[in-house]
């Protein structure tokens, strides 16, 4: 079975700084990828290529095996990869069921809200991710951090995405909301999806994580099975106190060979 989605030597250089130098990286289904890094390793530019906020200056995609070009942010929704950033873009005076279809709502003859439809759709979808938030009605606003989490991703899932891309999702979350950011997490994968969280805290991610993929200085250092790799090792990689498990820390034995259009060009 192909992978859901693969990158194959993904470039980006801004200028004279070279932000990804010849990525390869597989996301497979049902799979959690712990996406690791210093600051300025290159996660956020990674991940905003494959958002299609960044244009790629060199590499190719694939989606199912099929060769993609991802060059807007259109083109990442239309292959159901689906990103939420640490701001989570979130109405806070508006109500859950608002924030979940927002710039989408349901409409009768294409005018007017049909809310009763929004909320119903809402409910059904938190219930099937196993969410559980005082009612769809209720304003962001009043919810906790790991609630808003929930509101977000459960957005990211309603806009048709199977790939998720999760920025820091609980960078600012006590103990207990991590937790239930976690278990979505999770249970998320139960349902097929493959999300790829980005996250500076190692505490757990070797727990959840399938994988754990390290980038250095914009090059790929560690590809991982999360089950043979220790705490140690990870942050022997992300220092560079460990050498990279590939030649001169770049291209992965297991990544993509299927091609895939070009995305060359800068932008």
């Known amino acids: 079975m192909p992978p859901l989605l693969s990158m194959t030597g993904v470039s980006k250089a801004f200028g004279h700084v070279v932000a990804l130098a010849g990525v390869d990286l597989e996301i497979q ?3 959690v990828i712990g996406l690791l890094g210093d600051n300025g390793a290159g996660k956020s530019t990674l991940i905003k290529i494959l ?3 960044y244009f790629a200056d060199e590499g190719s995609f694939a989606r199912d095996g099929e060769p993609v070009s991802i060059t807007d942010p259109n083109d990442a929704m239309a292959l159901g990869i689906a990103t939420v950033y640490q701001d989570l873009s979130l109405v806070e005076t508006r109500p859950v069921a608002h924030n979940i279809y927002l710039g ?3 409409r ?3 005018i007017v809200l049909n809310r009763r439809k929004m909320e119903r759709d809402a409910t059904e979808l938190l219930e099937r991710l ?3 938030l005082p009612s769809v009605r209720v304003d962001v606003g009043v919810l906790s951090g790991g609630q808003r989490q929930a509101v977000a991703i459960s957005r990211a899932v309603a806009q048709g995405g199977d790939i998720l891309l999760l920025d820091e999702p609980t960078a600012s979350l006590g103990v207990e909301q991590t937790a239930q950011v976690h278990d979505l997490v999770v249970d998320m994968k139960s349902h097929g999806s493959a999300i790829v969280l980005i996250t500076h805290d190692l505490s757990d991610i070797l727990d959840i994580a399938d994988r754990i993929v390290v980038l250095r200085q914009g090059r790929l250092w560690a590809d991982s099975p999360a089950a043979a790799t220790t705490q140690t090792e ?3 990689w992300i220092t560079g106190a460990l050498p990279s498990q590939f030649a001169n820390g770049g291209s992965s034995n297991g990544g993509s060979s299927n091609g895939g259009s070009s995305n060359g060009g800068s932008s």
């Open 29 to 31: 289904p049902g799979e």
């Open 51 to 53: 958002s299609g906020v």
């Open 104 to 106: 989408r709502e349901p």
């Open 108 to 110: 009768r003859w294409g």
């Open 130 to 132: 196993n969410i559980t």
């Open 234 to 236: 990870v942050i022997g």
